[in-house]
């Protein structure tokens, strides 16, 4: 239970601490993907150029916010999330395809819903049973209440 308390003490912390600028960092990065985004389907190459530089500089701004996330199995989705941001703006540095702005968009607001909800106070969470979390590993052999009733239920089939 210790564990649990401190990693909603560690995520409300760093929630408090980074709130503002994330949300200011997702905002400013969409602006500016949308923007070049525009830019590439008018194949306005010369004003494509600076949002998708200005995506790239945002988007490692935003990186280096989030990496302080307590949470350390996040971690490596980040870096390889955000190592696949920055090849596809390097990329579209040489040449813009709407198509790649659109997919960033994409996963740029589905990654603000993911913090979103990771930021979300958690009071729902509640001990195994009374107040006790078993933290001996799994049996995969041994059988479980709903794998009793299933065999019942084909038995009497």
């Known amino acids: ?6 990693i909603k003490t560690d995520i409300e912390k760093f929630g408090s601490e980074n709130n503002q600028e994330m949300e200011f960092l997702f905002q400013s990065l969409r602006h500016s993907l949308k923007t070049a985004l525009k830019q590439a389907r008018n194949l306005n190459l010369t004003r494509c150029t600076p ?49 790649d702005f659109e997919e960033l968009i994409v996963l740029v607001e589905e990654l603000e819903k993911a913090v979103k909800t990771l930021l979300k106070p958690i009071e729902n969470i509640r001990p195994y ?26 038995q009497h089939s």
């Open 51 to 99: 949002s998708t530089k200005h995506s790239i500089n945002l988007s490692r701004l935003l990186y280096r916010n989030l990496s302080s996330v307590p949470v350390p199995s996040i971690i490596s989705h980040l870096d390889d999330l955000f190592a696949y941001i920055e090849e596809t703006l390097q990329g579209n540095l040489k040449l813009p395809i709407t198509e």
């Open 129 to 154: 049973s009374n107040g006790y979390i078993d933290d001996r590993p799994a049996n995969t052999l041994k059988k479980t209440i709903h794998h009793k009733y299933l065999e019942k239920s084909f």
């Open 1 to 6: 239970m210790h564990y649990i308390s401190k």
